[in-house]
């Protein structure tokens, strides 16, 4: 099964603007991860949210998880250019590898 | 801050070549992994690594690629013979300990087999 399937593939949105990305899985987790990637570079943590967790904020950041629902949300607030890059939820069921989706792609116009 | 290294960052090979990726994960951590990124594409899990040895490994790790910690630092994948569909993006990554914690990505390694 597939896990840690974002939505949109693509948002493109105003600086200023917030962003939503959304994240479904299937299997049970132990935790969920968002990372950013920059183009053709390396993947920066963004946010950990445990599977007992239900909203967790980091500056601009906010995560939300519906453990009922097997899904999660990425906020961005008050968006800037320096935003654009690719955001991957990464799942981690109970055996600690993790599992990415696609990703989506964030462009922030100045 | 600490953080995970990883050299080169860009491999150039000819098909069937041995390439080893290098990898300095935090010093600390107990836990390491290798995935790939093929072009466009997921990140696939490829080999997770506790206590000198493999935990777990995917379908992708194959009798063509093998894992080693040489010395207290440094974590290898090595390729022993490439083909043109392991051209990719390789990341290591570390983790502290417990299932809960964080796994810190290295900047990575673009291999390119010709």
């Known amino acids: 099964s597939q896990q840690g399937e974002e939505d949109p593939q693509a948002l493109s949105i105003q600086e200023g603007e917030n962003a939503t990305m959304n994240c479904s899985y299937k299997?049970?987790?132990?935790?969920l991860q968002w990372y950013r990637q920059n183009s053709g570079r390396g993947l920066v943590h963004l946010i950990l949210?445990?599977?007992?967790?239900r909203e967790k904020h980091s500056g601009r950041l906010r995560v939300t998880l519906d453990t009922s629902k097997k899904s999660s949300s990425l906020l961005i607030t008050a968006s800037r250019a320096a935003d654009t890059a690719s955001y991957f939820c990464a799942t981690d069921p109970l055996d600690s590898k993790l599992t990415f989706g696609k990703g989506i792609t964030l462009s922030v116009r100045p | 801050e600490p953080e995970v290294t990883q050299t080169p960052s860009h491999q150039v090979t000819q098909m069937g070549q041995e390439v080893i990726l290098r990898c300095v994960p935090i010093s600390n951590h107990l836990y390491f992994y290798w995935y790939r990124q093929i072009l466009g594409q997921k990140v696939e899990f490829l080999v997770s690594f506790y206590n000198n040895e493999i935990s777990e490994k995917s379908e992708i790790f194959d009798d063509q690629f093998s894992v080693e910690r040489p010395d207290g630092s440094n974590f290898t994948l090595k390729i022993r013979s490439t083909k043109l569909e392991d051209s990719a993006m390789y990341f290591c990554?570390?983790?502290?300990?417990?299932?809960?914690?964080?796994?810190?990505f290295g900047p990575g390694t673009r291999l390119t087999v010709l």
């Open positions: 990554a570390s983790r502290l300990a417990g299932s809960t914690d964080t796994q810190y």
């Open positions: 949210i445990r599977s007992n967790e």
């Open positions: 299997t049970s987790i132990n935790n």
